[in-house]
Each structure stands twice: as C-alpha cells, then as structure tokens.
C-alpha cells in the first residue's frame, strides 16, 4: 500500500495504532514489553513522548521528532516490531503476512 507522508523536522505527530483484534486486551497484558519497546527504539531513534494513553486494544501518543530527523513512520514500525518480536505468537496468520514475515497482531 502506498501511503502519502509529510515529513517534517522536529514536528509532532499524533497517531492511533490499534490491534487488528479490537477484542483483545494485549496491549495491557504486555505493558512492559510495549515499555520496553519504547525504550529500545528511543535508545537508536530518539523522540519525545508529549502525550500517550494505553488501552487493551489500541494506543493513542503525541510525539514530537527531533529537528535533525523526520522519520517518524521509522518509529513507529521499528516499536510494533520490538513489540512483536517480544512477545509469543499465539494469533492466527495469513499466508500472506507468513510470506512477508508478519505477524498477524497488527
């Protein structure tokens, strides 16, 4: 899929990312490893946290890029991964996400 992005350095950006089941309550089952996640991509890719609000299905965060850098969908991609990678895989996944090497969580 291609999506159309603005960059720009030093912005914030507001995002909502939810889990491809609604019902689930993963998220808050794995709050540490979603913590941990942050952190890791934080370390490599810093950004500042304005806001964040957990809930068992989805996330909502504000966060604002440093003025050097504008990859924030780098961000995003690299903390679902960690997240990912972390935790068991116990969802069902398609053929076509197990071609790409995805998970089914997202």
Not at 92 to 98: A, G, H, L, T
Request: hydrophobic fraction near 35%.
């Amino acid at each position: 899929m291609q999506y159309r992005r603005h960059y720009h350095q030093g912005a914030s950006y507001f995002f909502t990312i939810n889990l491809a089941d609604r019902s689930s309550d993963l998220l808050i089952k794995e709050i540490e490893t979603l913590r941990n996640a942050f952190k890791t991509v934080k370390q490599k890719h810093p950004f500042h946290i304005d806001t964040i609000v957990i809930l068992p299905d989805h996330l909502h965060i504000l966060c604002t890029i440093p003025n050097d850098d504008a990859h924030y969908s780098k961000r995003i991609k690299l903390i679902k991964y960690d997240f990912s990678y972390r935790i068991a895989k116990t969802e069902p996944i398609s053929k076509s996400r197990q071609k790409k090497g995805e998970r089914g969580i997202w």
